[in-house]
C-alpha cells in the first residue's frame, strides 16, 4: 500500500492582531514589520486556549469538510513547540477528546519542520504495512511562548493549527521524503524553561523562543535552497514539473529569496505568512489549505512542501494533490 493525503483542514484563533499592537509594547511600526516580514495580521489563542483545542477544531474541520470519519484513525502524529504540557502529549489529549480509543499518539518536536517530519513519517508507518490512517497535525499557540520584551521576535509569531489525514492507498499522492537535521547550530533558535547549555553555549531558561535572526535567515535560505534541489532529485522531477511551492512561512523575504534560488516564480508560492505570520509547525498546512481554498491548487498538481526551523532541522516532500 501506498500513502495518500486524503483531507486537509485547519483552524486559527479568532483573537486577530494588526501590527499596530506592537507599537505600544515596544519600539516598531506596521511599515517596519510590513516590509521585513509580509507580516500584516497574526492570530493569538484566548488565554484558556491551547494547542489540543487548535488541533481538535482543525481535526474536526477536516472531518467535515471531507466527510471523513475519524474514528478509525490509527496513529496521531502531532507537531508542536507550545505543547500544553510536557507530558501527557498533545496526541494524546486529542485522542482522548476525539475518542479515538485504540490509536498510538505522539508528540514530535522538530520546530517548524516538524509537519513535514509528520507527513514523512506518517508515509513511512503506512507503507511498511504498520499503520493504515494517520492523523498529522501541526498546532502552535506561539503566542503563549513569545518574549514581547524583544522586538526581533515578538512581532513574528501566531497562533494556527493544521491537520491532514494520510491513508493507505493502492496508489499514493505522497512522493519521496527528505528529513534532515542540523545540531550544530541548535543555540540559534531554542526555547528552554531550565537553565541548559548547547554546543557548549550557557542558553536562557525563559520558556520563551530565542533567536539569532540574521543567521538562521541566512541559513534558511542557504541550505533550503540545496535541499529543495535534492528533494526535486528525489522524486525525478525539476523545479518546472512543480506547480506549487509551500515553504515554512517564516518571513516574505526568505520565501521570496527561496524561490529565485530554486528557480521558481515567487507567484507559484503558497504562504500563510502574511494573515498568520510564523505559526511553525502550522505554517505549511495553513498555507496550503488557503491555497486550496482560493481554487489555485487544484486536482494533480504537483505541491513541494519545504519546513525548517529550530533544531535546526528540515523537512520536504512533494504531493501530487488528490482531493
Ligand atoms: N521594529 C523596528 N526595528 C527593528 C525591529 C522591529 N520589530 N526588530 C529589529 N529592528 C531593527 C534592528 O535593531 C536593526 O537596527 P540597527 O540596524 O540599528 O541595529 C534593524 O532593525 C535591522 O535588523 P536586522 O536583524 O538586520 O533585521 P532583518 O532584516 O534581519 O529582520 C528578522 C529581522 C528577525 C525579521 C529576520 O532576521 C528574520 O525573519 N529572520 C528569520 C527568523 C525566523 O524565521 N525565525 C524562525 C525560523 S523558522
Redesign the pocket.
Known sequence: MQAKITAIGTYAPEQVIDNHYFENL????DE??QS??GIKTRHFARLNEFTSDLSEKAALNLARDYNKDLSDVDFILLATVSHDHVMPSVAAVLQHRLGIAQAGALDISA??AGFGYGVSLAKGMIESGMHRKVLVIGAEVLSKVTDFSD???C??FGDGAGAVLVEAAEKGNVGACIVGAEGNGGQD?YMSSQSTMINGELIKASGKIY?N??K??KW?VNRMTEQAKVLLDKNNLTIDDIDWFVP?S??MR?IEALCKGIGIPVEKALESISVYG?TSSASIPLALYEGIKAGKVKKGDKVMLLG???GLSYAGTVVEWGV
Not at 515596544?26 to 511600526?29: F, H, Q, V
Open positions: 515596544i519600539e516598531t511600526s517596519w514589520i521585513r516580514t520546530a517548524c522586538r526581533t521576535s512581532i513574528l533558535l533567536q535572526g540574521r538562521v535567515f534558511a515554512h517564516a518571513n526568505i510564523n525548517f526551523g529550530g
